[in-house]
């Protein structure tokens, strides 16, 4: 309100105007407006009141890539940069990795509390109940080129969900909500697999119930002739671990996609759809893809000085490093890096990109290009190397991030429908193109 307004009325705004209040003079018209300050933001429409004569629309705020914009209130995930700490649900992650499952997390995320033994157990029995998909989506997925890309696969195969669960558009009924996400947890490995599968030419596993979450997906990918596939408990809690690590991180590009698309009310097959595509980018998702492109591309720990440069003269990116929101170190790093020997050491890799990693990793550290950027490693510098030390393809990198983040983006999802708040996602612009021209015919154009 306009500052007079405010002190005059002597209202709640008035009285907070003291403390937790902007004043913001316009000084096109010299007027003064208190603005509240709640949780640290101002209410971008609060500048809306700010014109400078009847026709004026009013002063909009202007955030390209959102990147000092809170678009929602959110429980889920807290993160301070700055300090490198990252909570699911108040729990710091460095507890759940030491103490937690990705399936526990992953009701963590969706329900808001940690579970207790029952209903974690009928959580776990829901999710392993609901992996097997249509055998119209198996077909469906044989008509892809048989060099694919495993990402592009499951973004199609996700949507394509959407056509088999109709019920899904029904955003009122709890039970729909519910089964949605429980279909979604489950069946993600399901789909990833099959991409896999696919690309490499091999019949598709069926998900075997017997096994753990990670431990299917690993049989899911890998079982040949054998009866039953045996994962490696090793490889099964690594692989645990990087889906806790990668189970949710706020508003990143493919939560704010999920979150935008799902506004508009759309069924959650094509609102997570929609996070797999966005996930799939190079600098979100499909850096962890991209770091080990770029390690193949250095080649040797001598080039890495001249590649370095590359990157200062900007002919380069140094692909895994920077985050958008981590200035100071990504934790999520820290502890994949502690997981990296471990898994080498069990499935006894000499790949020659982990020694190129670690001396490029001291290198940039050592660097203050890098440190005056406050460019550190983040989750993805070393998710590629565990899963290329577990003979994943780098194409299925950024698949094996989809997986764990459903389950976060699916509790994004569902807190953006309960809030009172949301409303359809759309954006302002400043329109910067031509006005009022005449149609030219086509035969007069030159
Ligand atoms: N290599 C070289 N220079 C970089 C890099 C990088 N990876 N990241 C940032 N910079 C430079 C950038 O050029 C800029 O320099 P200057 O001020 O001289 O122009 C400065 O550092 C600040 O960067 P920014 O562009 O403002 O940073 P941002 O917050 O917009 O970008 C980022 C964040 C993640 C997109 C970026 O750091 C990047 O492209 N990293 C490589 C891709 C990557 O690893 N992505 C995975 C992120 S973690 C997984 C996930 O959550 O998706």
């Known amino acids: 309100m306009a500052r007079e307004d405010a002190q005059g009325g002597g209202d709640g705004a008035g009285v907070a105007a003291v403390h937790d209040s902007l004043t913001v003079t316009d000084n096109r018209t010299g007027q003064s407006f208190d603005l509240p300050i709640t949780d640290g933001t101002v209410k971008a429409m609060d500048f809306r009141q700010m014109k400078t004569g009847e026709e004026d629309f009013g002063l909009m705020t202007y955030d390209p890539a959102f990147t000092n914009t809170a678009h929602c209130r959110s429980e889920i995930c807290f993160i301070d940069g700055a300090k490198g700490v990252l ?48 055998e119209s989506i198996k077909k ?27 019920a899904a558009k029904d955003l009122e009924s709890e039970t729909e909500r519910y089964m949605a996400i429980i279909r979604l947890v489950a069946k993600m490995p399901t789909l990833a697999a099959f991409a896999y599968r696919h690309s490499v030419g091999l019949p598709y596993v069926y998900p075997d119930n017997d096994l753990s979450y990670p431990g299917n997906f690993l049989s899911m990918l890998y079982k040949m002739t054998e009866v039953k596939y045996e994962p490696d408990p090793r490889l099964e809690k690594a692989l645990d671990v990087l889906w806790i690590l990668h189970a949710d991180h706020e508003q990143n590009c493919s939560t704010a ?90 499935v006894g890799s000499d790949n020659p990109k982990v020694g190129i990693a670690v ?19 983040n989750v993805d510098f070393y998710s590629g190397l565990i899963y290329e030390a577990m003979s994943i393809p780098t194409d299925m990198f950024t698949v094996m991030f989809a997986i764990p983040r459903t389950a976060g983006w699916l509790a994004q999802w569902h807190e953006m429908l309960e809030d009172p708040e949301t409303k359809i996602a759309r954006p302002r612009q400043i329109y910067t193109g031509e006005r009022e021209l005449d149609y030219v015919p086509i035969e007069q154009r030159v």
């Open 359 to 377: 001396e490029l990793e001291k290198h940039a550290l050592d660097d203050e290009y890098f440190t005056d950027r406050k460019l550190y490693p």
């Open 257 to 346: 996609a999920v979150r935008g698309v799902g506004s508009s009310q759309v069924d959650p097959y094509s609102a997570v759809a929609a996070g797999v595509a966005a996930l799939y980018g190079p600098l979100h998702g499909g850096a962890n893809e991209a770091v080990l492109r770029m390690l193949a591309r250095i080649g040797t720990v001598e080039d890495i000085p001249a590649f370095l440069q590359g990157v200062k003269d900007r002919k380069e990116r140094l692909m895994g490093f920077g985050h958008r929101v981590y200035k100071n170190y990504d934790p999520r790093a820290r502890i994949i890096k502690k997981h990296v020997d471990e898994v080498l050491e069990i």
């Open 87 to 134: 909570e699911y649900r108040g729990y710091p992650i460095e507890q759940l990795c030491e103490q937690s499952t990705y399936l526990e997390v992953a009701y963590l995320l969706v329900h808001g509390q940690l579970p207790t033994d029952d209903a974690l157990s009928c959580w776990k029995h829901m999710v392993t109940h609901h992996t097997y998909v249509h």
């Open 140 to 166: 469906s997925m044989e008509v892809f080129r048989y060099n694919a890309h495993p990402m592009a696969m499951l973004l199609s195969t996700v949507g394509a969900l959407s056509t088999f669960y109709p």
